[in-house]
């Protein structure tokens, strides 16, 4: 289906056919829509480099998008669960 450059650790399909793939090692989600191959990747959490702050993840694995499109992820690095409200780069812990 998809081709992410990377492992995926974790994997979900939400309600509107988007793809989600938490890079362990690239510190990130990406997303990728399965309606159309013209959109491309999107980055939605993360910024590729592990940290601390609230935009950055160390180490995601588990994730989770709920019906109001929120995304849940367990960045283990940092021992904490991310909520990036939806369009928001920076999390909640």
Same mark, same amino acid.
């Given at each position: 289906?998809?081709?992410?450059?990377?492992?995926?650790?974790?994997?979900? +399909?939400?309600?509107?056919?988007?793809?989600?793939?938490?890079?362990?090692?690239?510190? #990130?989600?990406? #997303? /990728?829509? /399965? #309606?159309?191959? %013209?959109?491309?990747? #999107?980055?939605?959490?993360?910024?590729?480099?592990?940290? +601390?702050?609230?935009?950055?993840? %160390?180490?995601? @694995?588990?994730?989770?998008?709920?019906?109001?499109?929120? /995304? @849940?992820?367990?960045? $283990?690095?940092?021992?904490?669960?991310? /909520?990036?409200?939806?369009?928001? $780069?920076?999390?909640?812990?």
């Amino acid at each position: 289906v998809a081709a992410f450059g990377s492992n995926c650790y974790g994997l979900f +399909i939400d309600n509107e056919n988007f793809l989600y793939c938490s890079m362990y090692h690239q510190h #990130k989600v990406m #997303k /990728l829509s /399965l #309606k159309s191959s %013209s959109s491309g990747f #999107k980055l939605v959490a993360g910024t590729g480099i592990a940290g +601390i702050a609230a935009n950055q993840l %160390s180490s995601p @694995y588990g994730i989770y998008v709920d019906r109001h499109f929120n /995304l @849940y992820v367990a960045d $283990t690095g940092n021992q904490r669960i991310q /909520l990036f409200a939806r369009g928001q $780069t920076h999390a909640v812990t």
